[in-house]
């Protein structure tokens, strides 16, 4: 039976090129899955994830590779290869969820290479949700993960002995893990990626639609650079940093993790999309709310949601301009494109 026609619309989403248009062809909606990422370091996650849809697998299968793929990219600044705490030592965060409502979470890990993998073994095998720090390392190396030695990687070295000079915790737009601490200060728009042209970002969420229809996402950091010991984002927080409900969508974002917990952001973009709206415009209107609750401030920081609804249309939406993302399908390869912001 021949499948109903759909098409993944961009709404006025602009590729990393000069060219720009409003609706993209992707093919027969039942059968062409799909799969976006935060920032264009999205790319490495996509690719991560597209094989396993791309034969027929699912999403949740995709979007744990997606970051495992990440996570082993020692030059992204998401995994063991991030910026520490202000004591010098590396924790990360995760969450992933599935098209039933099954998710599993990690917060405060230390020297486990994937917790990513970690929160899914979480999901798969316990009646909890989320184990944080000791709790979840004893977790994860009693599920077979190796405790890594905990060294920072070279990169994480140098920034964190440059970040000591000053011992200032200034998180920048777009760079919130100020891998560049000489990019400025407060309120400072730096570049997307390093001098090297590796990626720059302390967050990597992933979102994808298999060929079944189903929908999972996941979301997975190191957290904000040089952050107080213990602090913990949005990033593993069900509804916050991530959020998937299979008869509407599914939603994950980037950027100053407060600002996103205080508005549950991910889960209030999707109930914007229950009652009816396109992604992009569920995307703005979550990130109005969040620059509505003090405009002065929301000019310091950045916050961007992506969103995947069932129908295979994807939108995004953020505070401040330099937000990115990547969307991988059958006629799409590694596609990267800003979003649109409240502040140009």
């Known amino acids: 039976m021949k499948s109903r026609r759909s098409f993944l619309r961009l709404g006025a989403f602009f590729p990393l090129t000069h060219f720009s248009f409003n609706r993209l062809l992707v093919g027969e909606a039942a059968g062409q899955p799909l799969v976006v990422s935060t920032w264009d370091s999205g790319i490495i996650a996509n690719k991560g994830a597209w094989p396993v849809l791309q034969r027929g697998g699912k999403a949740i299968d995709a979007v744990e590779q997606a970051g495992i793929a990440i996570e082993n990219d020692i030059n992204c600044c998401v995994g063991l290869g991030g910026n520490p705490d202000r004591d010098g030592r590396v924790t990360l965060d995760s969450c992933i969820m599935d098209d039933r409502f099954n998710c599993g979470s990690v917060a405060f890990l230390e020297r486990i290479k994937h917790p990513v993998s970690v929160a899914r073994k979480i999901m798969d095998t316990t ?156 995307c703005r209107r979550a990130i109005e709310r969040i620059v509505k609750r003090d405009p002065l401030r929301a000019k310091e920081f950045q916050v961007g949601f992506i969103a995947l609804n069932r129908q295979g249309e994807v939108g995004a939406f953020s505070v401040q301009p330099g937000f990115s993302y990547t969307i991988t399908s059958a006629t799409v390869s590694h596609q990267v494109y800003k979003s649109e912001s409240y502040f140009s």
């Open 127 to 282: 009646p909890h949700v989320m184990l944080v720090g000791e709790g979840a390392q004893q977790f994860a190396v009693e599920n077979g993960f190796v405790l890594e030695s905990g060294k920072l990687s070279a990169g994480a070295q140098k920034t964190y002995r440059k970040w000591l000079e000053k011992s200032e915790y200034k998180p920048i737009i777009n760079v919130e893990n100020q891998k560049r601490p000489d990019a400025g200060g407060k309120g400072v728009f730096a570049p997307n990626k390093l001098d090297d042209g590796t990626p720059n970002h302390d967050t990597m969420g992933t979102v994808a639609l298999d060929a079944a229809g189903n929908l999972s996402g996941m979301c997975t950091t190191s957290g904000m650079g040089f952050k107080m010991r213990g602090r913990v984002g949005d990033s593993p927080i069900i509804g916050a940093g991530l959020y998937v409900d299979n008869e509407v969508g599914a939603v994950t974002c980037s950027g100053q993790g407060e600002e996103v917990i205080r508005m549950c952001g991910s889960h209030l973009v999707v109930e914007f999309m229950r009652q009816g709206l396109a992604p992009k415009e569920a």
